[in-house]
């Protein structure tokens, strides 16, 4: 069965910090992936997808996410955060269908 | 285009009651889902249908039923509601490729 697993429960960091957020599949075939954000008390937004090809993805708010096959890896990373990134974080693995598989989530806090 | 609405935004039941929680959608999408969120647990699936007239049990199904009448609804009903239900409910449709979500309903079970 497939699965995904987020390393970091919660992170802190200050305003211009770079971010790094960690996202681990399980699933053998081909996949979808995507990170979803969830600002405080407001519903998921889709921030980017890969679907296939250029296994480096930009997404909007200059999110970009890399995609490595070989390490069931697909990370989500912003050189230089802002407060207003302060938010939840969820990546997501997809077959297509039915077949959408969440993380637990990773809690992003940006200090002023 | 409203994208996926939710009604109601929170509801506050007593064990025992009934509810249902309406998902609606206007993108024409086959695929509707509803989830549960909790504290530290992400996202679990509830059930889901893949078109009209259609459901099926998600990861955590018990005490809830769906019904797909029509393409656009897809309603979540508690028959019995215990204090283990408190969670946050988002529905979602998806194109087979991105899911969307509406805002979520807030339910609390006292």
């Known amino acids: 069965a497939q699965s995904v697993s987020q390393h970091n429960h919660h992170v802190i960091l200050s305003e211009a910090a770079s971010l790094e957020l960690g996202c681990n599949y399980s699933?053998?075939?081909?996949?979808?992936l995507f990170w979803y954000v969830q600002y405080p008390g407001q519903h998921l937004q889709l921030l980017l997808k890969?679907?296939?090809?250029?296994?480096l993805v930009k997404g909007i708010k200059g999110f970009e996410a890399e995609f490595i096959k070989s390490k069931f890896s697909f990370n989500l990373r912003k050189p230089s955060v802002q407060w207003s990134d302060t938010a939840e974080y969820f990546c997501?693995?997809?077959?297509?269908?039915?077949?959408?598989?969440f993380g637990p989530g990773t809690r992003l806090s940006v200090l002023p | 285009n409203a994208g996926v609405t939710q009604t109601p935004k929170f509801r506050v039941l007593k064990t025992g009651q009934s509810m249902t929680l309406l998902c609606a959608q206007d993108?024409?999408?086959?695929?509707m889902y509803w989830y549960r969120q909790d504290p530290g647990m992400g996202l679990r699936l509830i059930h889901y249908?893949?078109?009209?007239?259609?459901?099926a049990k998600g990861e955590v199904p018990d005490g809830y039923n769906v019904s797909r009448l029509k393409k656009q609804n897809f309603l979540l009903g508690l028959e019995s509601a215990a204090p283990s239900q408190t969670s946050v409910y988002f529905c979602?449709?998806?194109?087979?490729?991105?899911?969307?979500f509406g805002p979520g309903t807030r339910l609390l079970v006292l």
């Open positions: 979602a449709s998806s194109n087979l490729e991105t899911q969307y």
């Open positions: 699933y053998g075939g081909t996949v979808n």
């Open positions: 890969y679907f296939s090809g250029d296994p």
């Open positions: 997501a693995l997809g077959q297509g269908g039915q077949n959408f598989v």
């Open positions: 993108m024409n999408h086959e695929y």
């Open positions: 249908s893949v078109g009209e007239g259609t459901t």
